[in-house]
């Protein structure tokens, strides 16, 4: 089955404890995200990769850390995590973004996070 | 920077009515729209994706259109359902990557 995974699903941590959520995809997609959601502020981008070794901040990125050394994965990294990143944490994938006809985007269940 | 509104923040019907829900867009430089819905606490599930090219999609009882020179998507649902409700988003992609509007909170009461 197609599909993008996320884990760890619910995550409770402590403030400046490093932390990783990972995200897996399995339908060769060039591009993968990473958005946060907040009440009231919606769906913001994090990161995102348009191939593997390529990687470029989003709107939020302050506080994060994104590899993409394999093309299927794309970790999300919390080196010191604070209370205001408390969040639901989505994946997202995509076939292609740079052409013109570009692709749907899927995502994944969500993570999410509280930091105390 | 391309902004996405999306109006009502909520909307209450009753079943079976037709309803639609509105998505505008700032860039009209944009490579496709696409319609997501949202059940509380769980992922986006894409419901339909329109092209820049195309003015609409339809897929069931929903169908999805595009004017991409007054920077508008409207979101036709059929004969709602109770099963309908959920918050819907509507996303532009363009030169910069995927632009989210807050969302449509729907209610379809039975």
């Known amino acids: 089955e197609a599909q993008v995974t996320q884990n760890p699903r619910y995550l409770i941590t402590v403030t400046g404890k490093k932390l990783t959520v990972t995200c897996s995809q399995n339908?060769?997609?060039?591009?993968m995200s990473w958005y946060r959601q907040d009440p009231g502020l919606g769906l913001r981008q994090i990161y995102y990769?348009?191939?593997?070794?390529?990687?470029d901040k989003g709107d939020v990125p302050e506080g994060y850390k994104v590899s993409r050394k394999e093309k299927r994965n794309f970790p999300l990294i919390l080196e010191s995590p604070s209370p205001n990143q408390t969040s639901l944490y989505f994946c997202?994938?995509?076939?292609?973004?740079?052409?013109?006809?570009?692709?749907?985007?899927?995502f994944g269940p969500g993570t999410r996070l509280t930091v105390t | 920077k391309q902004e996405v509104t999306q109006i009502p923040a909520a909307l209450s019907v009753p079943e079976g009515e037709n309803l639609v829900l509105n998505c505008s867009f700032t860039?009209?430089?944009?490579?496709?729209l696409q319609w997501f819905r949202q059940d509380p606490g769980k992922g986006l599930t894409s419901l339909l994706l329109?092209?820049?090219?195309?003015r609409e999609q339809t897929s069931g009882r929903l169908n999805a259109s595009l004017d991409k020179s007054s920077g508008r998507s409207t979101l036709y649902i059929a004969a709602s359902q109770p099963g309908d409700s959920a918050t819907y988003l509507c996303?532009?992609?363009?030169?910069?990557?995927?632009?989210f509007g807050k969302g449509t909170r729907l209610s379809v009461i039975a």
């Open positions: 860039d009209s430089a944009i490579y496709n």
């Open positions: 339908m060769n997609h060039e591009y």
């Open positions: 996303a532009c992609s363009g030169n910069t990557p995927l632009v």
């Open positions: 997202a994938s995509s076939l292609s973004i740079q052409s013109v006809s570009s692709y749907e985007q899927y």
């Open positions: 990769s348009m191939n593997v070794e390529v990687t």
């Open positions: 329109i092209q820049s090219s195309q």
